[in-house]
Nanobody, 120 residues
Framework: QVQLVESGGGLVQAGRSLRLSCAAS????????MGWYRQAPGKQRDLVAS???????NYADSVKGRFTISRDNAGNTVYLQMNSLKPEDTAVYYC??????????????WGQGTQVTVSS
């Protein structure tokens, strides 16, 4: 079973930057779609950004132009560079890995989450 460990969260002032990291227990980025989600108190967990096995990216409208998802060439770590942070970006950020096998079975793995707090 793949394990994901996030790091890089913290408290930051509005307008500043943070970089989150998600380390996988083994090289999986060539077969899993990786995503960053976030969940604010009392709200649902929403997709922030994702990167496919081919490297194509997708972003929520609320973070386009400010956040960048990327991965390392070794295939073990995914990053979320967050610039121009806003108080509304405050949430627990979760890393996710997802794939489907040839029979259609879905593999879905979550990290433990890392808190990001943006002060005004």
């Amino acid at each position: 079973q793949v394990q994901l460990v996030e790091s890089g969260g913290g408290l930051v002032q509005a307008g500043r930057s943070l970089r989150l990291s998600c380390a996988a227990s083994r090289s999986i980025l060539s077969i899993y779609v990786m995503g960053w989600y976030r969940q604010a108190p009392g709200k649902q967990r929403d997709l922030v950004a994702s990167i496919s096995t081919t490297g194509s990216t997708n972003y929520a409208d609320s973070v386009k132009g400010r956040f960048t998802i990327s991965r390392d060439n070794a295939g073990n770590t995914v990053y979320l560079q967050m610039n121009s942070l806003k108080p509304e970006d405050t949430a627990v950020y979760y890393c996710n890995a997802e794939r489907y096998d040839s029979s259609g079975y879905r593999y879905n793995v979550w990290g433990q989450g890392t808190q990001v707090t943006v002060s005004s």
